[in-house]
């Protein structure tokens, strides 16, 4: 019986010792707060400008008449125009639009539309039938709108090579004066269609954009001019 009390008394004893161990151990113990690191905005660097590309503008300079870009539309299917539901979806655009570009008129399209030009005859003159474009003309003059007309695009049939980009023919043609007749022949199709005084009043353009090479012009310069 004693050698059992005796046990428990040391069992006691260790424990005691192991809690006041424990507890200034604890004591020992500090707490590490960790702080955030702190983060360092990146270095803005500066872009170098050419100087020869820097454009200043006088906002308090009159120039003249600020031209309203927006008041014409571009059309590709002219035929949209010979569909009254069409003409009729676009009434709504009155107020803002005065005149429609029509592009790619002529020919030379990746949707072989528009194939106006049937060679030539045995004289070396041009054949041609605008019937087509004056059915859509004609749709488009119910419109109310004025025309500006682009002359681009060169028939398929007037290049020895079909060459097509992507915007269809952007090649010159083999031969100017087959051109010089076809355009012509446009100009005096529509003037005897609508009359010289209506005709007029319409604005004639050739192709822009000659430096976007071959999608817009796929010839020289000297072939442009």
């Not at 008394?9 to 702080?35: P, T, W």
């Not at 949209?80 to 107020?95: C, L, V």
């Not at 803002?96 to 008129?105: A, H």
Request: charged fraction near 25%; hydrophobic fraction near 35%.
């Amino acid at each position: 019986m004693m050698t059992i009390k005796r046990n428990n008394i040391l069992f006691i004893i260790f424990l005691l010792c192991v809690f006041q161990f424990s507890c200034s151990k604890a004591e020992d113990i500090e707490e590490v707060v960790e702080e955030p690191e702190v983060e360092n905005p990146e270095e803005i660097v500066e872009p170098t400008i050419d100087p020869d590309k820097i454009v200043s503008i006088n906002t308090g300079a009159v120039i003249g008449e600020f031209y309203n870009f927006w008041s014409t539309r571009p059309m590709i299917n002219q035929t949209r125009f010979s569909s009254s539901n069409f003409r009729a979806a676009i009434e709504e655009i009155k107020p803002y639009v005065k005149s429609y570009n029509l592009v790619r008129v002529l020919g030379g399209r990746t949707d072989n539309l528009n194939t106006f030009y049937k060679g030539v005859d045995d004289q070396g003159k041009i054949i041609t039938d605008f019937t087509g474009i004056i059915s859509s003309m004609k749709g488009f003059m119910q419109t109310g709108f004025k025309p500006r007309i682009v002359l681009d695009n060169v028939p398929w049939a007037m290049n020895a090579v079909k060459e097509v980009n992507t915007y269809g023919n952007t090649n010159p043609p083999d031969d100017y004066d087959l051109w010089r007749q076809y355009i012509n022949d446009f100009l005096q199709t529509l003037i005897t269609e609508f009359g010289y005084n209506e005709v007029k009043t319409w604005r004639f353009r050739v192709a822009t954009e000659p430096n976007y090479a071959p999608q817009h012009w796929n010839g020289t310069k000297e072939d442009f001019f």
